[in-house]
């Protein structure tokens, strides 16, 4: 534990490991079986537990619990998991949970940022660049793509997805699937439109905006249905780099897609 600097007030069990350079400060409570990874920073009052693996330079703001089991009724106390990627940020009390059945893990991606009081349930997959803002909830087993952008107060239902680059309205209601590039708002949610200026800040070009832009006039502004949009996406569309993410996303929905 090279360098590390432990805060005489904190605890961490001689069960965790922590990498070179990490700093625990006031009243931090690191359980067994946590791994920190190099650099990481927790500020004062922070929890880690369990058998979580957090990767480098994440930083851990007052009151986040992180780690800690499942909220699911069925746990029965079984080993599972928490993985973090590396330099993410977690501000005041944002909750992380565990997976729920044996062997399952909650995974969250790199260069996240995660405002306060915002939520990661049971078994959830959440991937990179992401942004939640404060009181973003996610239910158990939802997917996160990466890039997409958790607007304030935001609660989404257990199973959902939603797709990379995607954004939600503060206070939204999602208990649909939000295909990747578009904007939902509402209570409950409905497509709003295409996330142009996320694509342009993510370096879309004009001609893969083009065909984001017609892949939304033929999903949402068309007299088709879903299947018949499907079909007319793939055969007008499916070549296009952009718009594949699109289509596989839609053919894989379980809980059905936002309209």
């Not at 904190?10 to 070179?20: C, F, M, S």
């Not at 880690?48 to 990767?55: E, T």
Request: hydrophobic share 35%.
């Amino acid at each position: 534990m090279s360098d590390v600097k432990i805060h005489p007030t904190a605890i961490v069990d001689a069960g965790a490991h922590l990498g070179e350079g990490c700093e625990i400060g006031p009243y931090c409570i690191v359980g067994a079986g946590v791994e920190l990874g190099p650099y990481c920073w927790l500020q004062n009052h922070v929890t880690v537990m369990g058998l979580s693996r957090i990767g480098r330079e994440n930083r851990f703001y007052a009151y986040a619990s992180i780690g800690q089991q499942t909220q699911d009724l069925k746990y029965a106390g079984e080993p599972t998991y928490l993985e973090v990627g590396d330099q993410n940020t977690f501000r005041e009390f944002v909750t992380v949970n565990r997976g729920t059945a044996p062997g399952a893990a909650t995974r969250v991606g790199s260069g996240g940022n995660f405002l306060a009081y915002s939520h990661i349930a049971h078994d959830c997959v959440v991937g990179d660049r992401v942004i939640f803002s404060n009181n973003g909830t996610i239910g158990g087993h939802v997917e996160v793509g990466d890039y997409v952008v958790v607007g304030g107060l935001t609660a989404v239902h257990q199973f959902c997805r939603i797709g990379a680059h995607a954004i939600t309205g503060g206070c939204s209601k999602i208990v649909q699937d939000v295909p990747p590039y578009m904007i939902a708002d509402g209570n409950p949610a409905e497509i709003r439109g295409l996330n142009r200026v996320g694509l342009e800040r993510h370096g879309f070009g004009t001609e893969s905006q083009r065909a984001l832009k017609e892949a939304y006039r033929i999903l949402y502004r068309s007299d088709l249905n879903q299947q018949q949009a499907l079909e007319r996406l793939g055969n007008e569309l499916g070549e296009e780099e952009a718009v594949r993410p699109l289509l596989e996303f839609l053919k894989g929905s379980r809980r059905g897609v936002m309209r």
